[in-house]
C-alpha cells in the first residue's frame, strides 16, 4: 500500500503560481512513477504531469505545457507540481497518484491521493 498526502492548492490570481506537494509513504517511493491529475466540476478526470522513478523521464500534458513541471525528492519521499502563470480554467481538484512499474506516463496508477484543490481567479 502506498498513503499519499498532498498540500499547496488554494486561491490565486491568473497569472500567478502555486506549488503542490505530494508526499509518499507505505512503499519505496523511488521505485514509483508519480502522476498529477486534475478533476474541474463536470469534467473527466486528466492526466497533467508524470515523472518517472529516477526523474529522468518527465511527461506533460499539452495543455499545460510551457507552465506547469513536476519533479521529485526521493530523499524527501516527495513530488512537486509547480504551476506558473495560472489561467481560470486551471481550476480543479488536483490528485496525486502512484503506480508500480515506475515509468510516470499518463495511465497505471494505482493509488491516489485525497486532492488538493486549486482554484484561479479572474
Known amino acids: 500500500q502506498v498513503q499519499l498526502v498532498e498540500s499547496g492548492g488554494g486561491l490565486v490570481q491568473a497569472g500567478g503560481s502555486l506549488r503542490l506537494s505530494c508526499t509518499a509513504s507505505?512503499?519505496?517511493?523511488?521505485?514509483?512513477?508519480m502522476g498529477w491529475f486534475r478533476q474541474a466540476p463536470g469534467k473527466e478526470r486528466e492526466f497533467v504531469a508524470g515523472i518517472s522513478w529516477s526523474g529522468g523521464r518527465i511527461s506533460i500534458a499539452d495543455s499545460v505545457k510551457g507552465r506547469f513541471t513536476t519533479s521529485r525528492d526521493n530523499g524527501k519521499n516527495t513530488v512537486y507540481l509547480r504551476m506558473n502563470s495560472l489561467k481560470v480554467e486551471d481550476t480543479a481538484m488536483y490528485y496525486c497518484a502512484a503506480e508500480v512499474w515506475g515509468l510516470g506516463k499518463e495511465y497505471g496508477y494505482k493509488y491516489w491521493g485525497q486532492g488538493t484543490q486549486v482554484t484561479v481567479s479572474s
Open positions: 507505505g512503499r519505496t517511493f523511488s521505485s514509483l512513477g
